[in-house]
Nanobody, 124 residues
Framework: QVQLVESGGGLVQAGDSLRLSCEAS????????MGWFRQAPGKEREFVAT????????DYADSVKGRFTISRDNAKNTVSLQMYALKPGDTAVYYC?????????????????WGRGTQVTVSS
């Protein structure tokens, strides 16, 4: 079992930056991709960003490309999401997840462990 705890969410204004972190604990041995997803009120959860086991491969949703950066520190079992130029449309609960595979993925079904999420609210 892997436990994931997200932090760093909050209320910010449009144009501000925010950094989310996710710490993994438990059975964290081995290699795995990680991802960030988000769910806005009344909408389905959607892919935001993913990173491979060694950080060498990253992928982003078109809506955040160029504004968000995913990174990981395997020594600390953490994955981060640096968010710049936030927009009201970025308002959502953000979840980190551990992938079954190692190269990262956009598909939710590829992930078997999820955090409880952290709220990000961007005011206009």
């Amino acid at each position: 079992q892997v436990q994931l705890v997200e932090s760093g969410g909050g209320l910010v204004q449009a144009g501000d930056s925010l950094r989310l972190s996710c710490e993994a604990s438990g059975s964290t041995g081995g290699s795995y991709g990680m991802g960030w997803f988000r769910q806005a009120p009344g909408k389905e959860r959607e892919f935001v960003a993913t990173i491979s086991f060694n950080g060498g491969i990253t992928d982003y949703a078109d809506s955040v490309k160029g504004r968000f950066t995913i990174s990981r520190d395997n020594a600390k079992n953490t994955v981060s999401l640096q968010m710049y130029a936030l927009k009201p449309g970025d308002t959502a609960v953000y979840y980190c997840a551990v992938q079954k595979g190692i190269y990262g993925s956009r598909r939710e079904t590829e992930y078997n462990y999820w955090g409880r999420g952290t709220q990000v609210t961007v005011s206009s």
